[in-house]
């Protein structure tokens, strides 16, 4: 079987070396020395200040909400937050969670991001931020959307957890809104096994987050504040340091990968419009077929071939029950129906890649003559 995704290993021996000076130390936890190595390296590798590592990519949402005020902890209701539904379902849930209401605009029928002037329509009287996502890694047109948000006094909290390492205009795309979270999941261009971060604009709003994630302790005797369990573990980090040590390698593999799949594919399918000045991260392989059909007929081959693929993301968000939604959002709901990413990671084999690439123009050729 050929997976649509696959962790990435990095070397044995190096995660050892680091495991052995855990088991020396006896600190598994608590800022460990690790962590703390993680993060200064990620900071530096990313170009960002104010990071802080968390135990995954979920709870830097929902710390990033809870640091930025969406839901004061003596209110019953935390107001609303404009969000895309083309996303993994974690996006609307952890609003959801955190008693904020998800309120989905409809986005770009080329980016597939969010669109600002749909959050224009979607704003009202008891909306308190913005969601929106860098979808496959691709930016938001985050000039739009912070200009929105700075005429309202909105929050901005940007969902990047596929936007590991990616550029626009020459400086990280993680700069941009009051929070940008990362989830460091093992199917992750960069991993922690699981894991995740938040790049705070603000420091006094990254000390704040270091409180809530340590239950609000500050000192041995002191707890100042409501907070939760939310801290990366020393054996986290320590995978991430060795996968950090990798990741140029990974990357350059993943682009070599990319591009094969564009150049051979680009005449048969749509493919995502990247943003100008986008230093991309080759995270996803997304291709959009002309109809709902073709996508479910293609998946359809592959499987029986032995080949992994997934309608990611489906359904589009709008349309789950659990979100109460009145929104309509009829970009999203089309696009997410003919979606399908094809198997994207750096072990992929070049006559894999060329079996799934003869699959896909087969069956479409095919489907032309049905």
């Known amino acids: 079987m050929i997976p649509v995704t696959k962790p990435y290993l990095p070397s044995r021996k190096k995660l050892e070396r680091l495991i052995d000076g855990i088991y020396e130390r006896h600190w598994f936890a608590n800022n460990g020395q690790l962590v703390q190595e993680l993060t200064h390296r990620l900071e530096e590798y ?19 909400y809870r640091v930025l005020g969406l839901r004061e902890l003596d209110e019953i209701s935390g107001g609303e937050a404009v969000t895309a539904p083309f996303s993994f379902v974690a996006t609307a849930s952890s609003l959801r969670w955190e008693g904020v209401k998800p309120v989905f605009a409809d986005i770009d029928p080329s980016t597939w991001c969010l669109s600002p002037s749909a959050v224009n329509l979607a704003l009202s009287q008891e909306t308190r931020a913005i969601v929106p996502v860098h979808v ?3 930016a938001c047109n ?6 929105i948000a700075k005429k309202r006094n909105l929050s901005v909290i940007y969902d990047a957890s596929h936007a590991f390492g990616v550029k626009h205009n020459g400086e990280s ?30 420091k006094k709003d ?35 340091l060795c996968v950090l040590d990798e990741i140029d390698d990974n990357l350059n593999k993943r682009e070599a990968i990319w591009n094969k799949y564009k150049k051979e594919l680009s005449s048969h399918v749509q493919l995502q419009e990247l943003r100008e000045s986008l230093e991309y991260n080759y995270a996803y392989f997304p291709a959009l077929f002309d109809s709902e059909k073709q996508a479910v007929r293609v998946a359809k081959k592959l499987e029986e071939n032995g080949i992994q693929s997934r309608r990611y993301f489906y359904p589009s968000l709008d349309l789950i029950d659990v979100f109460r939604s009145n929104s309509f959002c009829p970009t999203s709901n089309d696009i997410a129906s003919r979606i399908l ?6 072990e992929l084999r070049w006559f894999d890649q060329r079996k799934i690439i003869e699959l896909v123009k087969g069956e479409l050729g095919a489907l032309s003559f049905s």
């Open 46 to 64: 990313l170009g960002v200040e104010n990071l802080l590592l968390v135990a995954n990519g979920t709870l830097a949402l929902q710390v990033a």
């Open 341 to 346: 990413c094809l198997p994207m990671f750096n």
């Open 206 to 240: 990254l000390e704040l987050a270091r409180k809530v994630i340590n239950f609000g302790i500050t000192g041995p005797d002191k707890i100042d504040g409501l907070g939760i369990n939310a801290k990366m573990s020393e054996l986290q980090a320590a995978l991430g």
């Open 173 to 202: 795309l993680l700069k941009h809104g009051d929070a940008a979270t990362l989830s460091f999941h093992a199917t992750k261009l960069f991993h922690t096994g699981e894991g995740g971060a938040i790049v705070f604009r603000r």
């Open 142 to 147: 985050v000039e739009e959307i912070d200009a």
């Open 136 to 138: 496959y890694g691709n």
